[in-house]
C-alpha cells in the first residue's frame, strides 16, 4: 500500500489532507508541514483476552507507597515540578532558543546527580567537550552527570538500556532523528516519533526523561507543541531579552499544580534562584508617578507583587491605539468598556499602553482593579499613594468581586513596606494587622473615593 502523505500543524498539531500557508485551527502562519505516516500496516487487531486486561481501581493496591520524589534542591525547579521529581515521567521544557534551557538543565542535571540520581545528559546541540565546557563556567565539573552527544534516538536508546539512569536530558527533541521515519530531524514526524520513543521507552524501563524544545514560529524547526499531549508536565521557560531575570512556568502537570512558576537570574555564571521575585519586579520603581499601579498577584501558589503601568495620551489616530504588554487585551478592552459604562469615565479619543513592569506576563484575574487604577491614575495625572497596593477583579456590572488568596496578597505587600491596600470586600483579612484596609464593593466607589471623580 502506497503511503499517502499528510499535512500537520507544528504549533498545535492538527492535521490537513492538503498544505495551506495558514493553519485553520490555530490560525497560525507558515506552520504546516508535510509528513509521512509511520507505515501503513493492515489495521491492528485485538490480540484476545490475555492482554490488555482493565481492572478495578480498588486492585490496583493500596499498600504500596508511592516511590518518593526527588527534589533537586533548587526550590524554584523543585515546587515548579510539584515537590521534586517524579520516578518515571516524562517532562517537556520549552522555550526560545538561547533563553537559557540548556543551562536549566544543566544545572538540575547536576544537582540531581548531586543527590544521588544517576543522570545522563544527551546532547545533540553541542559536543561533549563544549558541554563540559559550560559546566565548568556554572562550577559544576564535580557533579557525576555522565555526557554523551548523540542525536540517533537508536544509540540514545541503547544508552539507556545499558546506563539504566534514573534522569535522561535530551537536549534537544529537535535534533533526535529516528532512522525508520523518512523525514529530516526537527520535522513534524521526527519531532513526534523521537518523542513517542523516548517517553514510551522511559515508563516501560523507569527512567524519567526531560525534553528540551525550542519554540520558534518559522515551521522549519517543529514547534514541540505536538509534544506537549504525550508528556506528563510541560514546563515553558520564559524571559524578556534585555531582562535577567527568567521564569519556569508550568503550563500542564499531571504531578502537580499547573501555572506554578519559578523565578531565576541569567548571571555570569549560570542561573541563580530568586527567592523574592516581588522585590526584584519592584527594584526598578522610581517615586510615584501617575500611571502606576502596585498589583499584588498570586502566581501558582506564590504571591508576586508587581507594577501595572499606564500611559493615556491624546491620539492622533482616527482609530486610538490600545497597546498592552503582559496582560490580555481582551480583557483591557473590557476594562476600558466598564469604566465608561459604569462610571462615566470615556477613553474615546485616547490611545491607552498598559505594561507589566520587568516582562513579567499576568494571567491573575485579581489585576483588573490594578489596571483600572493604573488607567485612571494615567488619566487623571494623579499619582497613586507609594505605599498602596491593588487588587481585585472587575465584573462587567462595575463590581468588585472578592479574590483567592487576600491574606497571601497582603502579607506579601507587608513583607515589602508597604502599609495599605485597596481590595475588594468579602475575603479573609484576619492576619493582616498593621495594614490599611480599604475595602470596597464597587468600581464607581473606588473612582469617587480614589481619584473624586
Ligand atoms: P542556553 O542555555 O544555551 O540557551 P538554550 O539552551 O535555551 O538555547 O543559554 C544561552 C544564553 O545564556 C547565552 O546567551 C549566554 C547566556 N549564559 C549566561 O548569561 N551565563 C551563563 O553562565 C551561561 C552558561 C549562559
Ligand atoms: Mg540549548
New binding site residues.
Given amino acids: 500500500m502506497a503511503k499517502t502523505p499528510s499535512f500537520t500543524c507544528s504549533a498545535c498539531g492538527a492535521r490537513f489532507s492538503k498544505w495551506s500557508g495558514r493553519c485553520d485551527n490555530c490560525g497560525e502562519w507558515n506552520t504546516i508541514a508535510e509528513e509521512m505516516p509511520l507505515s501503513a500496516g493492515p489495521a491492528l487487531k485485538s490480540l484476545g483476552s490475555r492482554r490488555g486486561r482493565a481492572m478495578e481501581l480498588s486492585d490496583l493496591g493500596t499498600e504500596e507507597a508511592p516511590p518518593p520524589r526527588t527534589t533537586s534542591g533548587l526550590d524554584e525547579l523543585d515546587r515548579v515540578l510539584g515537590g521534586g521529581l517524579v520516578p518515571a515521567s516524562a517532562i517537556l521544557v520549552g ?10 538543565l ?1 544545572q538540575a542535571a547536576a544537582e540531581f546527580a548531586r543527590k544521588g540520581l544517576k543522570t545522563v545528559y544527551v546532547s545533540g ?1 553541542e559536543a561533549s567537550a563544549q558541554v563540559r565546557m ?1 559546566a565548568a ?2 562550577g559544576l565539573t564535580d557533579a557525576p552527570v555522565q555526557l554523551a552527544a548523540e542525536t540517533n534516538l537508536r544509540d540514545i536508546l541503547t544508552t539507556l538500556e545499558t546506563e539504566r539512569p534514573a534522569l535522561a536530558i535530551i ?2 527533541i529537535q535534533t533526535m532523528w529516528a532512522d525508520n521515519v523518512e523525514s529530516a530531524p526537527g520535522s513534524v514526524s521526527q519531532v513526534r516519533a523521537a518523542a513517542h520513543e523516548l517517553t514510551s521507552f522511559a515508563k516501560r524501563i523507569g527512567v524519567s526523561v526531560v525534553l ?1 524544545g ?1 519554540v520558534t514560529k518559522e515551521g522549519q524547526i517543529a514547534g514541540p507543541r505536538v509534544v506537549e499531549h504525550m508528556v506528563d508536565t510541560v514546563l515553558y ?1 520564559e524571559g524578556e531579552r534585555g531582562h535577567q531575570f527568567r521564569i519556569l512556568r508550568a503550563v500542564k502537570n499531571r504531578f502537580g499544580p499547573a501555572d506554578e512558576i519559578g523565578v531565576f537570574e ?6 541563580t534562584e530568586v527567592k523574592n521575585p516581588s522585590a526584584l519586579f519592584l527594584s526598578e520603581r522610581g517615586n510615584p508617578s501617575p500611571g502606576s499601579a502596585v498589583f499584588a498577584g498570586i502566581e501558582g501558589t506564590r504571591p508576586v507583587l508587581v507594577e501595572f503601568q499606564a500611559l493615556v495620551a491624546p491620539s492622533p489616530h482616527a482609530q486610538p491605539r490600545r497597546t498592552v504588554v503582559g496582560w490580555d487585551g481582551g480583557r483591557l478592552a473590557m476594562i476600558l468598556a466598564v469604566l465608561e459604562a459604569r462610571c462615566g469615565i470615556p477613553f474615546t479619543g485616547l490611545d491607552v499602553y498598559l505594561n507589566v513592569a520587568g516582562g513579567m506576563k499576568i494571567s491573575d484575574p485579581a489585576a483588573d482593579l490594578a489596571v483600572a487604577a493604573a488607567l485612571l491614575s494615567a488619566r487623571e495625572d494623579a499619582a497613586l499613594p507609594a505605599d498602596t497596593v491593588v487588587f481585585g477583579e472587575i465584573s462587567l456590572s462595575g463590581a468588585l468581586r472578592a479574590v483567592s488568596q487576600t491574606e497571601n496578597r497582603l502579607k506579601e505587600a507587608q513583607k515589602l513596606g508597604f502599609t495599605s491596600a485597596i481590595l475588594p470586600r468579602g475575603g479573609k483579612t484576619a492576619a493582616n494587622e498593621g495594614m490599611k484596609l480599604t475595602q470596597m464593593s464597587d468600581l464607581s466607589v473606588f473612582v469617587g473615593e480614589i481619584f473624586g471623580a
Fill in positions: 522555550g526560545d532558543p538561547g533563553i537559557g534551557k540548556s543551562t536549566l544543566l546541540e559550560r563556567r556554572l537536549d534537544s528540551v525550542h521557560f541569567m548571571t555570569g555564571s549560570g542561573l
